[in-house]
Nanobody, 114 residues
Framework: VQLQASGGGLVQAGGSLRLSCAAS??????MDWYRQAPGSQRELVAS???????SYEDSVKGRFTISRDTTKNTVYLQMNSLKPEDTGVYYC???????????WGQGTLVTVSS
């Protein structure tokens, strides 16, 4: 199983980006996006369950939206009103529904300039 993340880039504050993460195969329960800012630990940004339930880290509530397309085995993160503090490498993460094994994507860099 491979998770392929894409969609990162350089954007000005207030702008938007949409991240995508496609799984090569498998069925997953929860799919998540984490981010790691320079010099910081990796933190959970948003999660979505197989039933579509979502949760968000407080600082992104109202600005980020996580969604998934089960037919494409893909999870998305729509990021609006971006702030410089959103800068970091964003990683997708997924847990297999049966084996509970965890998988990570390779990370995609998001840079928000002020």
């Amino acid at each position: 199983v491979q998770l392929q993340a894409s969609g990162g880039g350089l954007v000005q504050a207030g702008g938007s980006l949409r991240l995508s993460c496609a799984a090569s195969r498998g069925i997953f329960s929860t799919m998540d996006w984490y981010r790691q800012a320079p010099g910081s630990q990796r933190e959970l940004v948003a999660s979505i369950t197989s039933g579509g339930g979502t949760s968000y880290e407080d600082s992104v509530k109202g600005r980020f939206t996580i969604s998934r397309d089960t037919t494409k085995n893909t999870v998305y993160l729509q990021m609006n009103s971006l702030k410089p503090e959103d800068t970091g490498v964003y990683y997708c993460h997924a847990e297999h529904i049966f084996s509970r094994r965890e998988y990570w994507g390779q990370g995609t860099l998001v840079t928000v300039s002020s």
